[in-house]
């Protein structure tokens, strides 16, 4: 179970990495002093899919970080 653990957590470290690279930069630039960095604030849906697998991911490391982190497995 130890090595599953870890399997899953590396695994799951390179694909967080992969996924967040291929997110698109949100910065506001000189918009965001304005009212005009709201104007194109809507999401496609692939943004929004990629955002949902993204804090899955993020959830299973978390998960695995903290059961080896406690030694909760052995």
Do not use: R, Y
């Amino acid at each position: 179970m130890l090595i599953f653990t870890w399997g899953l957590m590396s695994i799951s470290a390179i694909l967080l990495v992969v996924l967040i690279l291929m997110h698109s930069p949100k910065g506001d630039g000189i918009a965001g002093i304005g009212s005009a960095a709201n104007m194109f604030a809507s999401q496609k849906s692939a943004e929004k899919g990629l955002n949902k697998l993204t804090g899955i991911v993020a959830a299973i490391f978390i998960i695995c970080t903290f059961l080896l982190g406690f030694g909760i497995i052995k």
